[in-house]
């Protein structure tokens, strides 16, 4: 659905991207991390046909963005991190007045008004003007111009930024629905834990450059080939630590807190049989966890925290 | 583009917020209630005048719908578009399935809609004017026709802005300082023109002819608008019918324009074949008014000078909106350089250098001096041919052509060479390579007389472009100035600018090639 090659930008001596190449499949919903100045908002205004890149190309559904944006605008919705609205307009003006834009016809407007409107939580808000609403009832109304003629590719700039935490909770539902509906989102995010509940895919972009993407788990097993495993036994743990210790795959086993915890080289696949082994072998196993670094902590490891 | 304009979804977003706010409906009566106060007035002192009350009446109602219409309606557009760009709200915009055109017609036609209430609100005091005998109906319908185009003349030319918020003004106002200075220096530059003498009135008669209902709202106080006339080859054009034509084709013209920058900021305003239409069509008005001109009595030198000065002065002001800036320049190395020739590239693409241009643009200007002027006036005029005036004219046109490039060339480069304030260097050495000379010669003559003797004020006249084209279009007891320095001046101008330009390119292609090789493109 998104497809990127060689992508970089300038601006003036500053790289914001550089040789940037990623293919993001329909249906997906790809989180984008990074640290500020990384170059999110430019990859997302890239593909918004807002700038036009220094070099590389770049295509939405089949469509060159810089060849026939025209053409890519139906099928793009976009949220901008920071956005005005028409101060002056009512509520459902400022969506009927995008409806237009798209050029959607009379008969179906009211209606996909009326959809989105629900689909935020603003339908009560509908002939309310937008300099009363909220800085949260804006972002939603933004969000439902973003929604409003039914784009396949949504691409949300830190969408969830002004919302309360009930909110993001409906947003997080909302985009759990985007995805069920097989709408490609590309979103971009401070938020990493929120990410990992949604997003199917993610891309770490740092000075410009995508040091890493892919599916969640994927990287996570990518960037953590070792596992730290904690299993709990009713009784004494010797007999435990004796089998670990034979295993070639444990290293550092150790007792912590009447809990054994070791590093597990052979990958998640081969937990199962340990499993097996260890119940087999007549271990009272309680509790058998692996304590994976989450986003986050991924995240934070492998990210030199730089700006471009 | 769709044709139902009270469809586009600016038009109709305008129109909500206008009645929201207040009564178009109450504005109007209010005003009618004060121009029928007017007229009352007008009737009451109906004996001062030395024409019917009911012309003076309607010559009023006019000439206040004119101004206001045409201020109303550049304040709007150029309100909302400053709005739009300063609160950000014009990326929304950018991304709908509305074409740049579209949102700009869409502009331009909502935004000044209470002018059009006002206008509207004064026809039912015009038809009383005609019932009075003030003007024949057709001359008032085509004043209102008038009304019309010079209202989206206006508006037009409100959409002149930049469509790119600048960051760290988030939220401020722009404060316009950059066009500020152009229209200062071209103001300048036109009044020192006008007060020397080398542009003629008919020049002005005829700007003011086709832009403005000055012309025949003058005629009419005397009797009869349709004697408002530009002329063109000797031809008489009521100015009645040639304003609505002009008025509209250059405000097509300013939405072409700022389409393209709407559509993509990095693409100069102007396109190169844009540039050689307007640039044509200006060279062909300028040789119809120099024509004319010649049947008057003005010699064939004098008349090809204001030409050639006409024909400098329109290709700089349009090169204003065609040379590509240094961020235009390097994103043609980086995505376009090479996939064309380097002349058609030259000569057409948008974000390539002018290099070729500039020459195009003297053949341009000599092809019409030539076919629309020296032709027709030597076949009509000068039956003995050209005679002693070929070596005058060839002079002209070289050093006018040599003023062309070096001035054009040197835009470039400075507008290459820095990311920002390149225009602004330019128009002050332009600005200053016309104004220091005379001042110098001034000086000299005035401070150092010995100076004089020696002929140093003669010669630093001679550096003034200027100043060559003043002495040669409106002669005077001192006589033309020496061309000669001042082409050595504009060749050494050009070929500083030409290398400089040049190093600058190879610089940015070599940076580019390696970046390239690093990407393994």
Redesign the interface.
């Known amino acids: 659905m998104i497809r990127i090659e060689h992508l970089r930008m300038e601006y003036g001596k500053t790289v914001a991207l550089e040789n940037l190449c990623l293919e993001i499949d329909q249906g997906e919903v790809f989180g984008l991390i990074g640290p500020n100045g990384a170059g999110k908002t430019t990859l997302i205004r890239i593909l918004a046909t807002l700038l036009e890149p220094t070099y590389g190309s770049v295509q939405v559904d089949g469509t060159d963005v810089l060849a026939d944006p025209l053409k890519v605008h139906p099928t793009i919705g976009y949220m901008s991190d920071f956005f005005s609205l028409y101060e002056n307009m009512l509520v459902w003006e400022y969506l009927d007045h995008f409806a237009r834009c798209y050029r959607i016809a009379r008969s179906r407007r009211e209606r996909l008004i009326d959809e989105a409107l629900q689909l935020v939580s603003l339908q009560i808000r509908r002939d309310a003007e937008i300099q009363e609403l909220s800085r949260g009832m804006r972002q939603r109304l933004c969000f439902a111009k973003s929604l409003l003629h039914e784009p396949k590719v949504l691409l949300l700039d830190e969408p969830a930024s002004g919302l309360d935490p009930a909110g993001r909770v409906e947003f997080r539902e909302l985009i759990k629905q985007l995805r069920a509906m097989g709408r490609t989102v590309l979103i971009s995010s401070h938020i990493l834990s929120e990410m990992t509940e949604f997003c199917t895919s993610i891309g770490i972009l740092e000075t410009g450059k995508l040091i890493a993407s892919g599916r969640v788990a994927d990287i996570l097993q990518r960037l953590q080939p070792e596992l730290q495993l904690t299993i709990e036994v009713q009784g004494p743990s010797d007999p435990l630590e004796a089998l670990l210790n034979k295993e070639p795959a444990a290293e550092q086993v150790r007792l912590e807190d009447q809990r054994l915890r070791c590093v597990w080289n052979g990958g998640r696949e081969t937990l199962p049989k340990l499993h097996a082994a260890l119940v087999s072998a007549g271990v009272p196993v309680i509790s058998f966890a692996v304590d994976g670094d989450n986003l986050e902590d991924i995240y934070m490891r492998i990210s030199g925290h730089q700006t471009s | 583009m769709q044709p139902d304009f009270w469809?586009n979804?600016m038009v109709?977003?305008a129109m909500?917020?206008r009645y929201?706010?207040g009564s178009p409906g109450l504005t109007s009566s209010l005003y009618l209630m004060a121009l029928v106060g007017l007229g009352g007035v007008l009737w009451y002192y109906a004996h001062r005048f030395p024409m019917p009350v009911g012309r003076v009446f309607l010559i009023a109602i006019l000439g206040i719908q004119f101004a206001l219409s045409g201020l109303i309606a550049m304040s709007c557009v150029a309100g909302s578009i400053i709005g739009e760009v300063t609160?950000?709200?014009l990326?929304?915009?950018?991304?709908?399935?509305?074409?740049p055109r579209e949102i700009l017609m869409g502009k331009l036609i909502g935004e000044p809609a209470i002018s059009y209430f006002l206008a509207i609100s004064t026809v039912p005091l015009a038809i009383f004017c005609w019932l009075w005998g003030a003007a024949p109906l057709w001359d008032v319908a085509w004043f209102y026709l008038n009304l019309a185009t010079f209202t989206l003349l206006c508006a037009s030319l409100g959409l002149i802005n930049t469509y790119v918020a600048n960051p760290q003004a988030a939220g401020k106002k722009s404060s316009g300082a950059g066009m500020t200075i152009i229209i200062f220096v071209v103001t300048i530059q036109f009044i020192s023109l006008r007060s020397g003498g080398v542009l003629d009135s008919a020049w002005f008669d005829t700007i003011i002819g086709l832009l403005t209902p000055i012309d025949s709202l003058r005629e009419l106080a005397r009797g009869d608008a349709w004697q408002a006339e530009i002329e063109l080859w000797g031809v008489g054009v009521p100015s009645l019918l040639a304003a609505p034509l002009a008025q509209m084709a250059l405000a097509g013209w300013f939405v072409a324009t700022m389409s393209r920058r709407l559509?993509?900021p990095?693409d100069p305003p102007v396109s190169k074949r844009g540039f050689y239409g307007a640039l044509l069509v200006f060279d062909l008005l300028s040789a119809g008014i120099c024509y004319s001109q010649g049947l008057l009595g003005v010699g064939l030198e004098q008349i090809a000078s204001q030409f050639a000065l006409a024909h400098l002065i329109a290709t700089l002001l349009l090169l204003l909106g065609t040379v590509p800036n240094q961020a235009a320049l390097?994103?043609w190395v980086?995505?376009f350089r090479g996939q064309q020739s380097w002349i058609r590239d030259s000569c057409l693409a948008g974000r390539a250098e002018v290099t070729m241009l500039l020459p195009v643009a003297c053949l341009l200007g000599g092809l019409v001096l030539v076919v629309g002027l020296v032709a027709p006036t030597v076949a009509g005029n000068l039956p003995n041919g050209l005679g002693g005036l070929a070596r005058p004219m060839g002079e002209i046109w070289l050093v006018t052509s040599l003023l062309l490039l070096a001035l054009g060339m040197t835009h470039q480069m400075f507008v290459a060479l820095m990311?920002k304030g390149g225009v602004l260097f330019y128009l002050l050495l332009v600005a200053a390579a016309n104004a220091l000379p005379p001042l110098t010669a001034s000086l000299v003559e005035n401070v150092r007389p010995q100076g004089a003797l020696l002929g140093l004020d003669g010669l630093a006249l001679s550096l003034s472009p200027i100043v060559f084209f003043v002495t040669r279009a409106a002669p005077s007891s001192r006589g033309a100035t020496d061309p000669s320095l001042l082409s050595v001046a504009a060749v050494g101008l050009l070929m500083f600018s030409f290398f400089a330009f040049r190093r600058w390119l190879r610089r940015e292609t070599v940076g580019v090639s390696d970046?390239?090789r690093?990407?393994?493109?």
């Open positions: 469809n979804p109709v977003s909500r917020l929201r706010r609160n950000r709200t990326d929304f915009q950018r991304i709908v399935s509305l074409s559509k993509n990095l390097k994103s980086w995505r990311e970046k390239l690093q990407m393994g493109v």
